[in-house]
């Protein structure tokens, strides 16, 4: 079944508005971000699953340092939660994939099962071996770096040297891409930072001009939760093939 996680960003406020409704949404929360946003994910009605993602690139970007034992002694207490994630992705290490596969095989060893991360740029045998290791993987550093040919060809290279595998893509929501490729799941921001900051909607294909206090996210939400259903129809074969890989 292709899950399309919507990231969550900004503010609970505003982001709470899409959720206030069926249908239920799945959703991605950074370890960073999860403070804000447990409200939302511990009680959400309208919240179908979520899954933990480290935050790893945004602490980068802020300066700040995630240590790994915090994460895992985080990820283990998120267990016994209301509502715990149905995914945890691994602790990267920005610019070292070496750390990062420490980091993930660490994660496994205390019981956490972290699916780790290929990012563009890094040595092919990376790829193959998370793939062969682990039962689900995820392929990013595409978001913001790769655009049109070059980062379509970048995730149909990732797909001819691992398929068939359980692939996530990180930052990656457009539906012509999730169309061409069968991601297991996938995940993107752009849900909420098209209209909180920019005033642009996928769901009216137009800007929509407004104050920040006005905007009601659920129109978004339910053009995702398309995409996500389209998706499934497209690729229920290839889920199950999944399913029945060893």
């Given at each position: 079944m292709t899950t399309l996680y919507l990231?969550?960003?900004?503010?609970?406020?505003?982001?709470?508005?899409?959720?206030?409704e069926?249908?239920?949404?799945?959703?991605?929360?950074?370890?960073?971000?999860?403070?804000?946003?447990?409200?939302?994910?511990?009680?959400?009605e309208h919240v179908r699953q979520w899954c933990l993602d480290s935050g790893a690139f945004t602490a980068y970007m802020l300066g700040k340092e995630i240590k790994l034992q915090e994460y895992i002694d985080f990820c283990k207490a998120l267990t016994a939660s209301q509502r715990p994630p149905v995914e945890v992705?691994?602790?990267?290490?920005?610019?070292?994939?070496?750390?990062?596969?420490?980091?993930?095989?660490?994660?496994?060893?205390?019981?956490?099962?972290?699916?780790?991360c290929y990012h563009a740029g890094e040595p092919e045998h990376v790829l193959k071996t998370i793939a062969a290791t682990y039962p689900k993987i995820a392929v990013g550093g595409a978001a913001g770096r790769l655009f049109g040919d070059a980062r379509r060809r970048y995730l149909e290279q990732c797909f001819a040297r691992v398929w068939p595998k359980k692939i996530h893509a990180f930052g990656i929501a457009t539906e012509e891409i999730l169309q061409s490729l069968p991601f297991h799941?996938?995940?993107?921001?752009?849900?909420?930072?098209?209209?909180?900051?920019?005033?642009?909607?996928?769901?009216?294909?137009?800007?929509?001009?407004?104050?920040?206090?006005?905007?009601?996210?659920?129109?978004?939400?339910?053009?995702?939760?398309?995409?996500?259903?389209?998706?499934?129809?497209?690729?229920?074969a290839q889920m199950q093939q999944l399913e029945a890989t060893p």
């Open positions: 990231a969550l960003g900004g503010t609970l406020k505003h982001v709470s508005t899409g959720f206030q069926p249908p239920p949404a799945a959703l991605l929360c950074s370890y960073v971000y999860y403070e804000t946003f447990a409200p939302l994910l511990q009680t959400g992705f691994a602790l990267d290490v920005i610019g070292d994939w070496a750390a990062t596969l420490r980091n993930t095989e660490e994660m496994w060893k205390q019981g956490v099962e972290a699916i780790p799941s996938a995940d993107a921001s752009s849900w909420e930072i098209g209209p909180l900051r920019f005033g642009m909607w996928q769901a009216y294909d137009l800007p929509v001009s407004g104050t920040r206090k006005n905007f009601y996210l659920r129109p978004e939400v339910n053009h995702y939760l398309d995409i996500e259903a389209r998706l499934k129809t497209k690729w229920a």
